[in-house]
Every structure is written in C-alpha cells, then in structure tokens.
C-alpha cells in the first residue's frame, strides 16, 4: 500500500467522510471509515464521553447503520465525492466469527473502491466481537482464514494490547497471508462522573508510549508486516518516534477531535522530512 502522505484518518474519529469538510484532501493518505457491522448498531446510552489534556474515554459502541444500509448508500453513490477525493479503508466488525464473515461476504463484491479492508479485532465496547476474539485464537484464525479467502485486495487486522501479546498476533497475522495491522485501538478504561460509570476505550496522548512499545515488538518479530500506528499522536515528535520503531504510515484519531488542523500541520511536517 502506497499513501502519500503516510498519514491515516483513524476508523471512528472521521466518521463516512465528515472530516472532509473541514480538512484538504491533499493532506490524507487514506481515510478509514467507522466500523461497519452486520446488523445496525444503535450504540451505548449515555454518559458516552469524557476527556482530559491526556486522554478521552470513549463508550459509543460502534454506532452503525449495518453493512445492508452501507452497500444501499454506496450503490446510491452517496460516497461517490470521498472515494473521488481520497483513498478509503473500508473498517469491518462483528459480533462473533459469523458475523465478522458475512460482512466480508457482502462487501467483497464492492472492494475495488477500497485501497484495503481494516478488520477491527479490537473494540473495547461491544460486549461480543473485538476483545472477546482476541483473547480466543482459534475463532481468530478462523476469521483469518475465512476472510483472506473472501477479500482479494490489502487486508489490515486492527488489533489492541489486550486479549494476547500484540507480537504473537501479528505473527498469526502474517502467517495467514494478511498484509498489515494498526497497532494500537483503544484500551480499556473507566471513569466515574457525578457518580456514574463510564466504561470505555482510552484514547490520545496516554496512549503514545503502549503503542510505540507495541510497534517496536510487531516490528522486530514481524517486520514484513505493514505497520499503522495509531495511540495519541499529536504533535511532529509522536510522528518521528513512531516512524524511528519502524511504522509504515501513522494515524491521527483524537488529536482530529480537538483541532481538524492537526492533519495539515503533520502532513506537511511528514512530507518535509520524508523528502
Ligand atoms: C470516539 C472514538 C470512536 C472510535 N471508533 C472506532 C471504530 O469504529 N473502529 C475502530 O477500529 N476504532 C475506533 N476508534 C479507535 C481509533 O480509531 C484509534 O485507533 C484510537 O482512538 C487510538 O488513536 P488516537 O489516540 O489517535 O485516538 C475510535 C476512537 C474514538 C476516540
């Protein structure tokens, strides 16, 4: 996969495209979409949010219209502008292996518009899929298989630090024929707020150093694999870190939150001293 810059808009954070308005194409590598699953996903009650300087804990619980509605807006070229303007990772999930399969089923068709699939193996905040399927490496292997079968083009498997050494799954990764991986999604964490719970994934800034560790593991074992990495970058030393461990492209998530900016500043800063 060739992104120019190697600068990835994170599954989630963009949304279907949304950041496009406020952000020049020019400056994006690839844009990767919200995790699509099989049926729609109303997502978590609130409290959903909260955030810090350092981090933000995030409990939406993959909130989407479901792959049927998906293959509906993009027969209705509704996504006709974002696929004209920049390269889009179409981002895919499930509930348990079935699911993980018959999304790929449904979407397979449709993988020309795509520069690769992103698998997420890692939401924090479903109560099946993500997690649940790292931590069991035989439906793991067999999503592998099943959906390096189905899916021809590059595929990506997003996985996060819990569940099983993040080393150990990139090596099953590979060795099942798949192409790169993003290290790292959201980890678990909770906050209390005016007395009530929110259990959700931590993103931003606190991040940086777990998934800097976790790059530097992947690529010492694996270095064959394409490298994402994704964990709390904001700022020009965040990118040269992740890039000095030996990652192939970096992703902006929560830092986009704050200032939409943030991905020209970089981008160009990328382009600079990669030139
Ligand atoms: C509000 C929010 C929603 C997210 N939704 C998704 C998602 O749908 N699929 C996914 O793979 N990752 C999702 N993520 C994880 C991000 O893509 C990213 O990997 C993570 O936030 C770490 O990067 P960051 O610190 O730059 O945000 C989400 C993150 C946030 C903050």
């Not at 279907?16 to 690839?30: Q, S, T, V």
């Not at 919200?34 to 996903?41: G, I, N, R, S």
């Not at 993009?74 to 502008?81: D, G, P, S």
């Not at 800034?205 to 994402?228: D, F, G, W």
């Amino acid at each position: 996969m060739e992104l120019n810059p190697p600068l990835v808009i994170a599954s989630g954070v963009g949304g279907m495209g949304e950041y496009l308005k406020l952000i020049d194409p020019k400056y994006i590598g690839a844009y990767t979409l919200k995790t699509v699953t099989l049926f729609p996903k109303q997502g978590n009650p609130p409290p959903r949010l909260f955030a810090t300087e350092s981090y933000l804990i995030n409990n939406i619980g993959l909130e989407n219209i479901g792959i049927d509605a998906f293959i509906e807006n993009l027969n209705a070229n509704q996504y006709e502008e974002l696929f004209e303007k920049v390269k889009v990772i179409f981002s895919l999930g499930g509930d348990n292996p079935e699911e993980y399969k018959l999304v790929a089923q449904k979407i397979a068709t449709y993988e020309k518009y795509f520069e690769a699939i992103e698998v997420n193996f890692s939401c924090p905040n479903v109560k099946n899929g993500g997690l649940n399927i790292l931590s069991d490496l035989f439906s793991f292997k067999e999503v592998l298989i099943y959906l390096r079968k189905v899916l021809k083009g590059f595929l990506i498997a997003k996985v996060g630090v819990e569940g099983n050494f993040v080393e150990n799954v990139a090596q099953i990764v590979k060795d099942h024929g798949w192409n790169g991986i993003v290290l790292i999604n959201t980890i678990r964490g909770l906050e209390v707020v005016e007395g009530k719970l929110i259990k959700g994934g931590i993103s931003g800034p606190v991040l940086k150093p777990i998934a800097l560790r976790a790059v530097y593991e992947v690529k010492n074992k694996v270095p064959e694999l394409y490298v994402i990495g994704s964990g709390g970058i904001t700022n020009e030393k965040d990118v040269d870190d992740f890039f000095k461990v030996g990652a192939n492209a970096i992703s902006l998530g929560t830092a986009i939150y704050k200032n939409p900016q943030i991905v020209e500043k970089i981008a160009k800063y990328i382009r600079r001293c990669c030139e």
